[in-house]
């Protein structure tokens, strides 16, 4: 189970990716809602039985990518609009906002994927 959860951080960081890839001029990905990726299909459908079955921390882990996923999704969408019209100081301020919550919800997932190992 536990290189499930490194398989959800590998999809959080290819979505990460594309959307930089836009924003630097070398693709055309528009990003999507925190409920159409990868990582938010898993947490709206699979997720939280899976953290279930690892007890309470990793419930707790699961409950806390919630809003960070939700909150990484509105930055990557406000920076992509934001390059579009031209600002390019909220653009970067929103790349800013995205690549923290990138990091908190890796880290989470890397937090899962050591209590996942530890169940072994």
């Not at 189970?1 to 990905?29: P, S, W």
């Not at 969408?77 to 990138?102: I, K, P």
Request: hydrophobic share 40%; with cysteine; glycine share 12%.
């Amino acid at each position: 189970m536990g290189a499930f959860f490194l398989l959800r951080m590998n999809d959080h960081v290819q979505y990460l990716n594309r959307i930089k890839a836009t924003l630097e001029g070398r693709g055309d990905f528009q990003g999507s809602d925190h409920h159409s990726c990868k990582l938010g299909k898993w947490l709206d459908t699979d997720g939280p039985a899976e953290a279930a079955g690892l007890g309470p921390e990793a419930q707790a882990a699961f409950a806390a990518l919630i809003e960070p996923h939700q909150r990484f999704h509105e930055a990557s969408n406000q920076a992509l609009g934001l390059r579009a019209a031209g600002d390019t100081a909220g653009c970067e301020a929103q790349v800013t906002e995205m690549h923290r919550l990138s990091a908190t919800l890796v880290g989470t997932l890397l937090k899962m994927d050591g209590l996942a190992a530890g169940k072994k």
